[in-house]
């Protein structure tokens, strides 16, 4: 069997990557493992899978769509081990069988964000040296500039969405049923995620099949709880490992569903929990706080039972307002591309309002000193280590992320005796105006608290008499008015609830904040 090795040929070397913990029963995973076989194919072939407006589809459909992908590429599209296959399109049934069917032929999944631009997309097809794609025919044309650019893809299929009569749903019509999958092994590489570009350049982030399965057999399986039949809903995309894993790897690892909604906004997904009776939701805190004023109409969220929060820090001001009006507890996370998913957390009584939790079971969590010594608690550098970890894609960065061992995710901690982690800046976020230091999210949180404020960013900026001041940028709630009045308003409700020396010396208003197509907030526009 000819095997690709661009990838592995370009991993980190050992001395290199983080140190990794296999120390949790369920992480002993055999030496041949294919995770698209141990997520579809051992499930109850009769039970619900996938869900959305044009139909619904059986682990048992699921597992013969995926198979016949799986030998169209092999058979018919010189698919190899190890090439790397770009996949293209919003969630659902058609892209996730896609995303099995490339595993199970062997191959390595390139996953991108459907509102990429075509020089974003060729800055990945060269990087990856991508030869094979899967697009939904939607969004084709901007793939297509990028594979002109690049010249390539030697391989294209197109399919419809999950309406059917697409190019690819009437080649597969002609292909045998039934797949034997390539014996992977649990290090082999699956798939190359690469980051959302909140600081810039994005960096690849390489994953084996065993770190597909680890956060569901970790943080899900030890802090969410899920049981079987559950059906999971959430707003970010798969080609992002929190979307990846709260609404492919989890459902499927525990015999849940799939609810998937192409432009999953606050209001398609309140609506999406009443249509299909979701039980787990999850997105990020700007949702939440945008879902709480659609809440007055009458929405139907009765069958909800669990709600995760990752991306961007849970302010404790939008826990409490969600718990106030649903009686639901928010559990919060923090995870990277790079650690495949969520690594510090807490539900149930163990939450801690404004806290993210603490090191989720499996992973070891600590701050770091100024000398990268870790801290017994206090303030420093995140640092974590577990089942999962950094290897950079050919990136000089590797570096920048692994000391000694951890993986230093670039975020600001304070760390308490309890062990739980409470959330201070990202580490290049600290403001430091006329001699203090001011963690960008304080003012944040300060401003949240105010019923005027639908999102905001806070940002150090020059200044001749302090070095730097705190700068605001506002987007008004409905019904606010954007006047100075409003900023006076601001400014001095601020300086009431936290120290008055935070207080935003600037406040702009603005439309909207500058984001990743992942949701996150990109502050590096925002200084530039």
Known sequence: MVIDAFVRDRLPPP???????????????PEYLNAAVELIDKGDPDALAVINDEGRWTYGEMRGLSDRIARLLAEEEDLRPGDRVLLRGPNGAMLFACWLGVLKA????????????PGEVATILERARVRHAIVDDRFLDDFMKAADDTGLIRSLLTYAGDSGGGRLEGRLESVRPGFAPVETRRDDVALIAFTSGTTGRPKGCVHYHRDILAPADSFARRILKPRAGGRWACSAPIAFTFGLGMLLIF???FGGAAVTIEQPGPKPLLEAIAKFGVTT??????????????????????????????????????????????????IDGIGATEMMHIFISASGDDIRPGATGRAVPGYRACVLDEAGKPLPHGIGRL????????????????????????????????????????????????????????????????LYAHQAVQECAVIGVPCEARGQKVKAYVVAAPGREPDEALAREL??????????????????FVEALPKTATGKLQRFALRD
């Open 281 to 330: 939701l999850a997105t990020a805190p700007t949702a939440y706080k945008a879902m709480l004023g659609l809440l007055q109409d009458g929405s139907d969220i009765s069958t909800l039972d669990t709600c995760v929060s990752a991306g961007e820090h849970l302010p404790a001001a939008t826990w409490q307002a969600w718990n106030d009006a649903t009686g639901l507890r928010i």
């Open 383 to 446: 640092a974590v280590k577990g089942p999962t970890g950094c290897r950079y894609f050919d990136d000089e960065r590797q570096s920048d992320y692994v000391e000694d061992g951890w993986n230093v995710t670039g975020d600001t901690y304070r760390a308490d005796e309890q062990g739980y982690f409470w959330y201070v800046a990202r580490s290049d976020d600290m403001i430091v105006s006329a001699g203090y230091n001011i963690a960008a999210p304080e003012v944040e949180n300060a």
């Open 491 to 508: 400014q001095d409700h601020v300086k009431a609830v936290i120290a008055p020396y935070k207080y935003p010396r600037d406040l702009e």
């Open 251 to 253: 459902p499927w690892r």
């Open 15 to 29: 001395e290199a990557q983080p140190e990794f913990l296999f120390d949790l029963p369920e992480l002993q995973y």
């Open 106 to 117: 062997g191959g390595i999944v390139v996953a991108t964000m459907p509102m990429l631009r």
